[in-house]
């Protein structure tokens, strides 16, 4: 079983920064792949950032290019995921989750899909004013 808990949203104004944390623990999720979503109302769920393992490789979404860098922290049975948001904009207002994909390395483009995640935060809530 694996346990994710996120943190770090606030209110931020137009071009400030944040930065997200997501820790997840459970046997060997040190080993697996994981994502960042959010999700703002009346809105489907849109893929923000993905990372590999190892930190080797990242993903970004389109929307967020440029502004946004997911990285991670392993350890022993845990690991910290990191996403750090800057240059905001009000568009980025939205509850960001955490996901553990139970794979080392994504396959093609499947880090977008939130359909094969296996496990998933609560989320926290970044709300950026104009």
């Known amino acids: 079983q694996v346990q994710l808990v996120e943190s770090g949203g606030g209110l931020v104004q137009a071009g400030g920064s944040l930065r997200l944390s997501c820790v997840a623990s459970?046997?060997?999720?040190?080993?697996?792949?994981m994502g960042w979503f959010r999700q703002a109302p009346g809105k489907e769920r849109e893929f923000v950032a993905a990372?590999?393992?190892?930190?080797?490789?990242?993903?970004?979404g389109d929307s967020v290019k440029g502004r946004f860098t997911v990285s991670r922290d392993n350890a022993l049975n845990m690991v910290s995921v990191y996403l750090q948001m800057n240059s905001l904009k009000p568009e980025d207002t939205a509850v960001y989750c955490c996901?553990?994909?139970?794979?080392?390395?994504?396959?093609?483009?499947?880090?977008?899909?939130?359909?094969?995640?296996?496990?998933w935060g609560q989320g926290t809530q970044v709300t950026v004013s104009a």
């Open positions: 990372i590999d393992w190892s930190g080797s490789r990242t993903y970004n």
């Open positions: 459970g046997r060997t999720v040190n080993k697996y792949a």
């Open positions: 996901a553990v994909r139970q794979v080392r390395y994504y396959s093609g483009t499947e880090y977008i899909d939130p359909g094969v995640y296996d496990y």
